[in-house]
């Protein structure tokens, strides 16, 4: 296996975590038309996923998904399987660190408070994402510390995004902000549509935006037809809240101006106040 020594060793480290050296590195698991949806874990990816499969879904059929087994046409990388990608052009999930092979970005950013918030309740029971041995009953002050010393895969927060607006000169490259895709729902939806090479009908906009709504995508996620499309078959893992702004409630004082103290560059450039 032969690693391109153009990939960070941020990249290389999150690929070697996760067990993927033997595939992911491999000549020919990419294609140039490739569009990735790259995001650190906990940003929002399953619901952009699912906004882009129910308008690529509606374009085909004229009608939107009932279920969520089209979601395996938009493949996390970290499985492996890409066999069913829709396409072309493939779009692919990733929260790796930015890779020299990722020529078309779609770069999801969420306020860091609310994915540690997040990413705490998803990581429980998960000791594989953690590069440092953890209790069996993490708290939250816990996963703070572990969070911004980056020993939570795929790694420091700050330097993960950054790699992706660093690499945006040498790749195709759009923003999108998980709080502006609630707020301004017509306005995202259109700049990422457009990004995801998707020409969806304005008429119909309103449609997808009530569709793929976070009350719908609950109401539509049932056990197998979530494993038929290879997602988390347990709601409460990917679908557990979805609001903004909780880590008001969920983070204390000194967690949360430590977190803001340590992050106030990468807060400051993504608009987080």
Known sequence: MQIPESNSEALCKAVRQMGNEAWYFSGDLFRDDDIWLASYPRSGSHFVRFILVSARHFIKYRTFPEDLSGMKEIPDIHGGRLEFAGGPPRILKTHFPFDARYQQVIHLIRDPRDVIVSYFHYSKGLPHLFSEPTPSKLKLPRFVDLFLRGKVWPGNIEEHSSSYTDGANSSKYTCIR?????????????????????????????????????????????????????????????????????HAQALRNQARQRIESELSGHLQYYGYR
Not at 185 to 194: A, G, W
Request: glycine share 6%; aromatic share 6%.
């Open 178 to 246: 998980y709080e502006a895709l609630l707020a301004e729902p017509q306005q995202e939806y259109r700049l990422l549509l457009e990004a995801a090479g998707i020409d969806f009908p304005a008429e119909r906009m309103d449609a997808l935006i009530k569709h793929t709504s976070f009350s719908n995508m609950r109401r539509l996620h049932h056990p197998a037809t979530a494993r038929a499309g290879m997602v988390e078959t347990n709601p409460e893992h990917i679908l557990r809240s979805g609001k903004t702004g909780q």
